[in-house]
């Protein structure tokens, strides 16, 4: 009897749907017929991680924390005995202090049964604070491709892998929890400049329905912001300011298939051991595994 798989994901500006979808296609190839749950507001339809044989939750890290449209999942979770979860993760800097993410959201899921087997964290551009080069950004995406192959492999061949531990982490991550809450509050900040083109890309594209058109075709936002910035980062006009954090906006896609090469960023000292190490860890693993 062939085995499934499901992916419970959210996204914003679609660097953790990409890396998902990576994960998909690998376990196809392995003959894992694979479900992909995309994580929004609502949750009717949720299906039951108890019918699947690899079961993953995936998110972007959030103030050392899952987005909490990804708690608000795993309260729905049943219980059960002895299930094996794996975790994916991606963020703009590769710092020991993300791994946290996990022990939040672990602490709630173990008394119900479920045990963290693998956990991984792919570097991806970001999509606030500064803009990283398109070449940058391309040789994430190129470096996290080479390592889903590799740790889907892992995943599916039951091999452990468990990111290392950060000193009181549980605590600095109740503590910038407070994110959750405040960028709810950030987002009625939220405004929309009358260059606004009512392409309603915002619309359509905000993962937890927090935008939308009121009487008078004007832009509008509930109080369910989840801070991702999808609707700044993908507005074809720049339209949109992401209230006190409009300072850190970035917009526009990055151009991870043929990008510009050459070109320098004010940032490139930001993180830059971690970044180094980041990227010798993977092509070291990736090396090991081609040879």
């Not at 894992?32 to 299906?47: C, G, H, V």
């Not at 996990?102 to 803009?131: C, D, Q, T, W």
């Not at 180094?276 to 040879?291: D, Q, T, V």
Request: charged content about 25%; hydrophobic content about 35%.
């Amino acid at each position: 009897m062939n085995k499934n798989a499901i992916i419970y994901w959210f996204s914003g500006t679609g660097n953790t749907e990409k890396v998902v979808k990576e994960y998909k296609k690998n376990f196809e190839e392995n003959k894992i017929e694979t479900l992909l749950y995309k994580i929004t507001d609502n949750f009717e339809d949720m299906p039951n991680p108890e019918n699947f044989d690899y079961v993953g939750i995936a998110y972007p890290i959030h103030g050392f924390n899952a987005p909490y449209p990804v708690f608000n999942l795993i309260k729905l979770f049943p219980k059960t005995k002895n299930k094996k979860i794996f975790i994916i993760k991606t963020s703009g800097e590769p710092l020991t202090i993300n791994n946290i993410s996990s022990e939040p959201l672990m602490a709630r899921l173990k008394p119900k049964g479920y045990i963290l087997v693998n956990e991984y964290h792919y570097i991806m551009p970001y999509n606030m604070i500064f803009r990283h080069t398109d070449e940058t950004a391309a040789k994430m995406w190129k470096t996290a491709k080479s390592l889903c192959s590799i740790e889907a492999k892992e995943v599916l061949e039951g091999r452990k892998h468990l990111l290392k531990k950060f000193p009181f982490g549980r605590l600095i991550a109740f503590l910038f929890r407070i994110e959750h809450p405040a960028m709810k509050i950030n987002g009625k900040l939220f405004k929309v400049k009358n260059i606004c083109i009512h392409c309603n890309l915002c619309v359509k594209k905000c993962p937890v329905n927090n935008i939308y058109n009121d009487e008078n075709n004007n832009i509008r936002f509930k109080d369910k912001c989840v801070m991702c910035s999808s609707c700044a980062f993908r507005c074809p006009v720049n339209a949109i300011n992401i209230g006190i954090l409009t300072g850190w906006k970035v917009n526009g896609p990055y151009n991870f298939e043929n990008p510009q090469i050459g070109i320098k960023s004010k940032h490139e000292n930001y993180c830059k051991k971690a970044y180094e190490r980041y990227f010798e860890r993977a092509n070291s693993k990736i090396n090991e595994i081609s040879n």
